[in-house]
């Protein structure tokens, strides 16, 4: 069946560092991929998405690419800010039921 | 913007109890969702609504039941609650979409069963 990994956190930064949260999928099929961001005591909203291979998906720089050769989605930052602390969720979408199927989630804590 | 919201973001209730959780969106979504948040395991899907009166089994269906009387609304029973469905409840909706579309969520209820 439809599956995603990715690493476990916490990942802890110093604010400027390079961000990578490694997403990898299992799917048959050619899924659309997401990734989540949650912030403290809210729901999830979409951070970024990619609906076929190939396409980078990116917002607020984050991005992340959609490599079907390797199967993976990692989320990457050039410069992360103490605002982007937050528990980032990978996802895989299920193009016969809408359905998202989650990873685990990756708590991405950064310090001045 | 498209609005999600869910009738209580915190709720305490005792074992035995009959709990209802209420989702409500404004952007005409066909697809509705119930996910249960845990650490260490993420969202699991509960149950899921493609259309007033349709729902499906998602992962974890065992103790809850869903009702969607209305295409805004999405209702999460818990027919006799239990501690170990102490967690964090988000409702999702989107557009039919071979998978395509954001979903978009509420803001969640943290519900404690004592």
């Known amino acids: 069946g439809n599956s995603v990994t990715q690493m476990e956190g916490p990942v802890t930064l110093s604010e400027e560092a390079f961000l990578t949260i490694n997403c990898t999928y299992t799917?048959?099929?050619?899924?659309?991929l997401f990734w989540y961001v949650q912030y403290p005591g809210e729901g999830l909203q979409l951070l970024l998405k990619?609906?076929?291979?190939?396409d980078k998906g990116s917002n607020k720089g984050f991005e992340a690419t959609y490599r079907k050769e390797t199967t993976s989605f990692h989320l990457e930052k050039g410069s992360v800010q103490v605002s982007d602390s937050a528990v980032y969720f990978c996802?895989?979408?299920?193009?016969?039921?809408?359905?998202?199927?989650f990873g685990t989630g990756t708590r991405l804590q950064v310090f001045p | 913007d498209v609005k999600v919201t869910q009738s209580s973001r915190y709720l305490v209730k005792r074992t035995g109890e009959k709990v209802f959780l209420e989702c409500v969106q404004d952007?005409?979504?066909?697809?509705m969702f119930w996910y249960r948040q845990d650490p260490g395991l993420g969202l699991r899907l509960i149950y899921f609504?493609?259309?007033?009166?349709?729902?499906e089994k998602g992962d974890i269906p065992e103790g809850y039941s869903v009702s969607r009387e209305k295409k805004e609304r999405f209702s999460l029973i818990l027919e006799s609650a239990s501690t170990n469905q102490t967690s964090m409840y988000l409702c999702?909706?989107?557009?039919?979409?071979?998978?395509?579309?954001?979903?978009?969520f509420g803001p969640g209820t943290r519900l404690t069963v004592l």
């Open positions: 996802a895989l979408s299920d193009r016969d039921t809408d359905k998202l199927i």
């Open positions: 799917a048959t099929g050619y899924p659309s």
């Open positions: 990619a609906t076929k291979a190939d």
């Open positions: 952007m005409d979504h066909e697809n």
């Open positions: 609504s493609y259309d007033v009166k349709m729902k």
């Open positions: 999702a909706s989107n557009q039919l979409s071979a998978g395509t579309d954001t979903q978009y």
